[in-house]
Nanobody
Framework: QLRLVESGGGLVQPGGSLRLSCAAS????????IGWFRQAPGKEREGVSC???????NYADSVKGRFTISRDNAKNTVYLQMNSLKPEDTGVYYC??????????????????????WGRGTQVTVSS
């Protein structure tokens, strides 16, 4: 059974850092495009960062220069390092996998419908 589990969320002050982890079981992460998405209260889910099987990456404009996505194939885990956090980064962060190879371009990386396996999310709260 394919499963994704996020961890690493929490409460952090503005300017602080967190590292989120997305651990996979039942499949090998490095074969798929993996995306990080977030959803703030009352807002739609949005793409944050993605990494393809060939290690192409993409970032939302709002997080460029502050967030870094990476993959550890030995641990079957994808990470999202988040620095210089802002209150507007608050939300539930989800990782997702595209097991059907729907994402074929960098522009398609943030199309939510292309991702068919989702974790349950981890809460990130940025507040003083």
């Amino acid at each position: 059974q394919l499963r994704l589990v996020e961890s690493g969320g929490g409460l952090v002050q503005p300017g602080g850092s967190l590292r989120l982890s997305c651990a996979a079981s039942g499949f090998t992460l490095d074969y798929y495009t993996i995306g990080w998405f977030r959803q703030a209260p009352g807002k739609e889910r949005e793409g944050v960062s993605c990494i393809s099987s060939s290690d192409s990456t993409n970032y939302a404009d709002s997080v460029k220069g502050r967030f870094t996505i990476s993959r550890d194939n030995a641990k079957n885990t994808v990470y999202l390092q988040m620095n210089s956090l802002k209150p507007e980064d608050t939300g539930v962060y989800y990782c997702a996998a595209d097991s059907r190879s729907m994402v074929t371009t960098v522009q398609a990386m943030f199309v939510i419908a292309y991702y068919d396996y989702w974790g349950r999310g981890t809460q990130v709260t940025v507040s003083s």
